[in-house]
């Protein structure tokens, strides 16, 4: 990750909000309303303030086994699009008027409720807009009483997850009742992970499965070699399929060995953890008539004791734009680098836990990744390598992480000569753009401090933490995001991801693009970011770096939108504490 990120600026910890409207176990931030540890009715919010679009309640230690009548009787329910029910694990049934008076619910989760038994065939009847239902860890309803709620759902439903579902623990199969429960909707997402699933009758495959765009039958019992587009003419249509941990998609010491294994659709395919014992002997993948009819992004084979790979690609030109590939957690012991050729797009290749050292003295080894030009991520972690060849990395010139922790590696030698374009990008916008905004920041405020007012890309992140978690994190103690746009920006993951968590949190943007650069390639996130925002221009002109407009009017820019931020957020909280500047904030970045 390079310092040309989109960085958060002014990490001043915005506003710590009060709510006045709320009872004693419910929290306000301005947008969603959690009420947590419920112990009594009283404890229930009767209402909520009309801006509100989410509530979540948590239950964990409510004792009744019921919900008190008329909880959402009051008119400010009304605006709530969605509804979190977490940990009443005492309650016995949702009845059909425990969703009376959310007219405007499209989302509706019931999460780790354990004992409820009976759902309502009407309780969806006071939701005509409802587009999405999560049901998760519902471990003891009837599938008969399931299926009578599902068809009693809006016509709008959309999204469905049946997480962990299990039915007194009696094997499920899922047929022609459940498949009519679901008529007369457009079913595109269905989650039936962690379930107790071992079979779907053919009715389900043709009414349902086929017409989806994400499938997540993880950790399930069901098996597929019946059903996984055998005929030609009957293909599905899912964008995402993840079967991870179903362990009866695998025989003893084959994971596949279909026929066909034909996907029309399908952009991420996650196969990890397909094998049901950690003891069984290695096992040999055979995909010798993988045939895919689209462009795939994401392969995941992961922890599944692979020795080899056999894999002969139908429609190999689909397999040109996959961008990340795993095949960790397996028993690989040589890898033929003519497999890595059909993938020249790959951006991610994650070959951690594997034993990899059996060929590291090799010629395929050393030639391993030279049909991978983008790549950008590269894991090689517990291989037991103890050398890495001197030319590996030759045609890796847009390698942004390498990762060998965990090895026997004791000396060795890259030549990472090829890669200087990248430095140099990370230096000029430490050097001219980082130290500025920081400097110039300080003096604009009188702020005499020696802490950076400016967080810049993972120099700020807490070490242990994930990525994700570190990027949402700093932009939310943020009041504005710089986004620094230059060559290499344009075709960093992390930097898009950063732009995209930005434009969804509504964040104040002040976008520094150099000059000249080609955008033309630039993914929709960035080229939204382009569209919608002015931006200021920079470049370097005969060893000098120059920036229009002039560097006080940037400033002020982003003061203004600082200040701009805390406005907002006084008018729609109508609470407000001291606003602490950075000296004075000691969790601020």
Known sequence: MTANVAFPLFCLTAIFIKDLESSPTCMNDGTSFVCRSIKTRQDFPSSVPLYIQRVTLDGRDFPDDVFPNGLFADASWRNLTELVIVDFEDINDLNKTFLEGLDGLKYFSVQSCSSIIYI???????????????????????????????????????????????????????????????????????????????????????????????????????????????????LPEWDVFDASSCPTMVET???????????????????????????????????????????????????????????????????????????????????????????????????????????????????????????????????????????????????????????????????????????????????????SLNNLLKQKLNINIERDLVCCGADYFTPGERIMTEIH????????????????????????????????????????????IDISGANVVITKLLENYTRGSWAIKEGVFEIRPQWNIIIQSIIDKSMEFVYNDREATDAYTDYPIAAEDENAV
């Open 120 to 234: 309502d065939s009407a309780v969806f009847q006071n939701t005509p807009k409802l587009e999405a239902l999560h049901l998760y860890m519902i471990w003891w309803m009837s599938v008969y009483d399931v299926e009578k709620a599902l068809t009693g759902t809006p016509s709008g439903l959309k999204y469905l997850s049946l997480i962990g579902l299990h039915i007194r623990k009696i094997p499920i199969i899922l047929g022609k009742s459940f498949s009519n429960a679901l008529s007369g909707r457009n079913i595109t997402y269905l989650d039936l992970s962690l379930a107790n699933i071992i079979q779907f009758e053919y009715d389900v495959y043709r009414k349902v499965l086929f017409n989806l765009w994400y499938l997540n039958i993880s950790n399930t019992k069901i098996s597929l070699f019946n059903g996984l587009g055998t005929d030609e003419n009957d």
């Open 253 to 435: 010491k084959q994971l596949w060995e279909p026929k066909y294994f034909v996907l029309s659709k399908v952009k991420y395919i996650f196969l990890s953890t397909m094998y049901e014992f950690k003891l069984q002997p290695e096992i040999i993948l055979n995909m010798s008539r993988f045939n895919a009819l689209t462009a795939i992004n994401v392969i995941d084979l992961s922890n599944n004791n692979l020795v080899y790979i056999n894999m002969t690609l139908l429609g190999a030109y689909y397999f040109q734009e996959l961008q990340k590939l795993d095949i960790s957690g397996n028993y690989m012991e040589y890898i033929n680098p003519s497999l890595l050729r059909h993938f020249p797009s790959m951006k991610v290749l994650n070959m951690n836990d594997n034993k990899l050292f059996r060929m590291q003295t090799t010629e395929d080894f050393r030639n391993l990744l030279s049909w991978n030009k983008e790549l950008r991520v590269l894991y090689l972690r517990n291989n037991n390598l103890t050398t890495i060849p001197k030319t590996f990395l030759t045609s890796n010139t847009k390698l942004q992480l390498l990762d060998l922790r965990d090895n026997n590696l004791n000396d060795f030698i890259i030549d990472l000569s090829n890669m200087w374009n990248l430095s140099q990008d990370d230096d000029i916008v430490r050097t001219h753009i980082h130290l």
């Open 473 to 516: 994190r700093c932009i939310s103690e943020s009041l504005v995001v710089v986004p620094v746009i230059t060559s290499s920006f344009l075709k960093s993951p992390w930097c898009t991801t950063e732009c995209m968590v930005a434009l969804q949190e509504h964040m104040n943007i002040v976008v520094l693009m150099q000059e000249p």
